[in-house]
C-alpha cells in the first residue's frame, strides 16, 4: 500500500489530469446556476442525466468579440481544460469557448408545459385569489431541513409579526415526489377555513433541482386549492410553473416571510388604531351620555313637584321679606315726613310767628336808632366844619382887625365896581356902619 500527505496526493492526481487532459477538450451538457462575479469571470454547472461538472468562464475569454454567454436551461457544448486546485482539492473545466447547441430537454419541457397551461387558463387574473388583509395562521410547505424555512421564520421574527404558523413537510426535490405533495396539498385544502393562505416554499437548484415544481399535476392542483398560495421556489431569478399558477409569487422565500409578515404587521397595526378609535369614541359616547344624563337628571330634579314647591317657597319667603322692607321703608319715610311737617307747623305757630316779628321789630328798631345815631354824629361832625369853614369865611370876622367892608348899593366895592363921584358909599366897621360920598379914586 502507498502513503500520501495530502499535498503529494493532491499533486499527483493533478497531475494525472493535466497529464492526460493535455489538450483542449470539448464537454457537451446543460447550463445551470449560472452566476457573473463583480470581476466579469462567469461560472455555472454543466449538467446532464444527474452528473455536475463546475465550470469557469473566464473575464478574458467571456469578453471577446462575438463570445457566447449562456442562460439558465442551455444546451452547449463548452471547450477548454480541466484544472485542479490544491486549496480546495476541486477540480474545474477552464472554459475557452462555448458553444450554443440547442435548448435543455428540461427547458423545452417547461416551455411546452407553461405553453398548455397558460392555453387552459390557469394563469389567468381573474381566477387567481386575493390575498386577504388580516393574516393570522398560515400553512407553509417546505423541507424541515431547507434554509428556506429558516430564513422564513426569521424574517417573521425580525418582523416581530403575530402569526400562527404550521409547517407541513414536503419533499423539494425529484419529480417523483410529486404525488407526495400533492397528498399533502389534499390534506390541507380539507382544513382550508383554518388558515388564511399557504406558502409553498424551496431555495434555489438548477432547473433538474426544481423540475417537481414544473410539474403540471401538481400545478393544476394548486390552481383548484381553497386559499390563496403564495409561490416562493428559488431565487429572484427562477421563474417555475408554480410561480406562474399561484395566486401571488413572491421572488425568494425572505419575499414571501416579508409580504405576509407585512400584511400582518399592517392588520395589526390597523386594528389597533381601529380599537383606539373604537375606544375614543365609546368614551365620547359615554362622556355624552353622561353629560344627558346628568342634564335630564337636573332637568327632572328641577321640575320635581319637590322643588318647584322649594321654588315657591322661596320666592314667598323672598316676597314677604321684600314687603316687610318696603313697609319699615314706607314707615320710615312717613314718620320722616311727619316730623318735617311738624317741625314746619312749629315754625309756622302765631305765637312763634308773633315773637319772631318782635324779635326782628326790636332788631330793626335797634338798627334804626344806631343808623339815625349815626347819621345824626355824621351830621353833626359836617356841620361842625362846615360851622368852622364859616366862621372862617366870615367877612365880618376880619373887622375885629379894623378892616371895613364897603358897599354901593347893597354890593361889596371892590376895584371893578363902577363908581361916580357924588356915588353914596356904605361903610361897615366892627360896631358902626358909616355912609359917605365918592370925591375922588387914586390908583396905587
Same mark, same amino acid.
Given at each position: 500500500?502507498?502513503?500520501?500527505?495530502?499535498?503529494?496526493?493532491?499533486?499527483?492526481?493533478?497531475?494525472?489530469?493535466?497529464?492526460?487532459?493535455?489538450?483542449?477538450?470539448?464537454?457537451?451538457?446543460?447550463?445551470?446556476?449560472?452566476?457573473?462575479?463583480?470581476?466579469?469571470?462567469?461560472?455555472?454547472?454543466?449538467?446532464?442525466?444527474?452528473?455536475?461538472?463546475?465550470?469557469?468562464?473566464?473575464?478574458?475569454?467571456?469578453?471577446?468579440?462575438?463570445?457566447?454567454?449562456?442562460?439558465?436551461?442551455?444546451?452547449?457544448?463548452?471547450i477548454?481544460?480541466v484544472?485542479?486546485?490544491?486549496?480546495?482539492?476541486?477540480?474545474?473545466?477552464?472554459?475557452?469557448?462555448?458553444?450554443?447547441s440547442?435548448?435543455?430537454?428540461?427547458?423545452?419541457?417547461?416551455?411546452?408545459?407553461?405553453?398548455?397551461?397558460?392555453?387552459?387558463?390557469?394563469?389567468?387574473?381573474?381566477?387567481?385569489?386575493?390575498?386577504?388583509?388580516?393574516?393570522?395562521?398560515?400553512?407553509?410547505?417546505?423541507?424541515?431541513?431547507?434554509?428556506?424555512?429558516?430564513?422564513?421564520?426569521?424574517?417573521?421574527?425580525?418582523?416581530?409579526?403575530?402569526?400562527?404558523?404550521?409547517?407541513?413537510?414536503?419533499?423539494?426535490?425529484?419529480?417523483?415526489?410529486?404525488?407526495?405533495?400533492?397528498?399533502?396539498?389534499?390534506?390541507?385544502?380539507?382544513?382550508?377555513?383554518?388558515?388564511?393562505?399557504?406558502?409553498?416554499?424551496?431555495?434555489?437548484?438548477?432547473?433538474?433541482?426544481?423540475?417537481?415544481f414544473?410539474?403540471?399535476?401538481? /400545478?393544476?392542483? =394548486? +390552481? @383548484?386549492?381553497?386559499?390563496?398560495?403564495? &409561490?416562493?421556489?428559488?431565487?429572484?431569478? $427562477?421563474? !417555475? *410553473?408554480?410561480?406562474?399558477?399561484?395566486d401571488?409569487?413572491?421572488?425568494?422565500?425572505?419575499?414571501? /416571510?416579508?409580504? =405576509? +409578515? @407585512?400584511?400582518?404587521?399592517?392588520?395589526? &397595526?390597523?386594528?389597533?388604531?381601529?380599537? $383606539?378609535? !373604537? *375606544?375614543?369614541?365609546?368614551?365620547?359616547?359615554?362622556?355624552?351620555?353622561?353629560?344627558?344624563?346628568?342634564?335630564?337628571?337636573?332637568?327632572?330634579?328641577?321640575?320635581?313637584?319637590?322643588h318647584?314647591?322649594?321654588?315657591?317657597?322661596?320666592? !314667598?319667603?323672598?316676597?314677604?321679606?321684600?314687603?316687610?322692607?318696603?313697609?319699615?321703608?314706607?314707615?320710615?319715610?312717613?314718620?320722616?315726613?311727619?316730623?318735617?311737617?311738624?317741625?314746619?307747623?312749629d315754625?309756622?305757630?302765631?305765637?312763634?310767628?308773633?315773637?319772631?316779628?318782635?324779635?326782628?321789630?326790636?332788631?330793626?328798631?335797634?338798627?334804626?336808632?344806631?343808623?339815625?345815631?349815626?347819621?345824626?354824629?355824621k351830621?353833626?361832625?359836617?356841620?361842625?366844619?362846615i360851622?368852622?369853614?364859616?366862621?372862617?369865611?366870615?367877612?365880618?370876622?376880619?373887622?375885629?382887625?379894623?378892616?371895613?367892608?364897603?358897599?354901593?348899593?347893597?354890593?361889596?366895592?371892590?376895584s371893578?365896581?363902577?363908581?361916580?363921584?357924588?356915588?353914596?358909599?356904605?361903610?361897615?366897621?366892627?360896631?358902626?356902619?358909616?355912609?359917605?360920598?365918592?370925591?375922588?379914586?387914586?390908583?396905587?
Amino acid at each position: 500500500m502507498r502513503s500520501y500527505t495530502v499535498k503529494e496526493f493532491t499533486e499527483e492526481i493533478k497531475s494525472i489530469l493535466t497529464a492526460t487532459y493535455d489538450t483542449l477538450i470539448s464537454i457537451s451538457g446543460e447550463v445551470s446556476d449560472i452566476s457573473c462575479s463583480s470581476a466579469g469571470h462567469y461560472y455555472f454547472k454543466l449538467k446532464e442525466l444527474g452528473t455536475v461538472l463546475n465550470v469557469a468562464y473566464f473575464k478574458n475569454y467571456s469578453s471577446v468579440r462575438n463570445a457566447f454567454i449562456p442562460k439558465h436551461g442551455d444546451k452547449v457544448v463548452v471547450i477548454g481544460m480541466v484544472n485542479l486546485y490544491e486549496t480546495d482539492g476541486s477540480y474545474k473545466f477552464l472554459a475557452r469557448k462555448i458553444i450554443f447547441s440547442s435548448d435543455g430537454e428540461l427547458y423545452k419541457q417547461f416551455i411546452e408545459s407553461k405553453t398548455r397551461l397558460e392555453l387552459e387558463g390557469l394563469f389567468e387574473e381573474e381566477r387567481k385569489q386575493v390575498l386577504p388583509n388580516n393574516i393570522g395562521r398560515i400553512a407553509i410547505t417546505t423541507s424541515l431541513q431547507a434554509a428556506a424555512l429558516k430564513d422564513f421564520l426569521s424574517t417573521v421574527k425580525r418582523f416581530n409579526a403575530k402569526l400562527e404558523i404550521d409547517i407541513y413537510p414536503i419533499p423539494v426535490q425529484g419529480i417523483q415526489s410529486v404525488f407526495e405533495v400533492i397528498k399533502v396539498l389534499d390534506k390541507i385544502d380539507r382544513v382550508s377555513e383554518s388558515y388564511d393562505l399557504l406558502v409553498i416554499t424551496r431555495g434555489g437548484g438548477s432547473l433538474d433541482d426544481l423540475s417537481l415544481f414544473n410539474d403540471e399535476s401538481l /400545478a393544476r392542483r =394548486v +390552481s @383548484s386549492m381553497k386559499i390563496p398560495i403564495i &409561490s416562493a421556489i428559488g431565487h429572484e431569478r $427562477d421563474y !417555475l *410553473i408554480l410561480d406562474f399558477v399561484a395566486d401571488v409569487r413572491a421572488s425568494t422565500p425572505t419575499a414571501a /416571510a416579508e409580504l =405576509v +409578515s @407585512s400584511i400582518s404587521v399592517e392588520m395589526e &397595526s390597523r386594528l389597533s388604531r381601529l380599537n $383606539d378609535t !373604537l *375606544i375614543d369614541s365609546f368614551r365620547d359616547k359615554i362622556e355624552e351620555s353622561n353629560y344627558n344624563l346628568d342634564r335630564y337628571e337636573t332637568a327632572l330634579i328641577s321640575n320635581s313637584p319637590d322643588h318647584v314647591l322649594d321654588g315657591y317657597r322661596t320666592k !314667598l319667603n323672598f316676597l314677604n321679606v321684600r314687603i316687610n322692607d318696603i313697609l319699615v321703608n314706607r314707615c320710615y319715610i312717613e314718620k320722616n315726613q311727619l316730623a318735617y311737617i311738624q317741625k314746619e307747623l312749629d315754625k309756622s305757630h302765631p305765637l312763634k310767628v308773633v315773637a319772631s316779628l318782635r324779635g326782628e321789630i326790636a332788631l330793626l328798631y335797634d338798627n334804626l336808632v344806631k343808623t339815625f345815631h349815626n347819621i345824626i354824629m355824621k351830621k353833626s361832625s359836617s356841620l361842625s366844619i362846615i360851622d368852622t369853614k364859616l366862621n372862617l369865611l366870615n367877612p365880618y370876622n376880619v373887622l375885629d382887625r379894623g378892616y371895613a367892608i364897603v358897599s354901593k348899593d347893597g354890593e361889596v366895592f371892590n376895584s371893578q365896581t363902577s363908581i361916580d363921584d357924588g356915588d353914596c358909599l356904605e361903610i361897615r366897621l366892627k360896631d358902626i356902619k358909616v355912609t359917605s360920598k365918592f370925591i375922588t379914586k387914586e390908583d396905587i
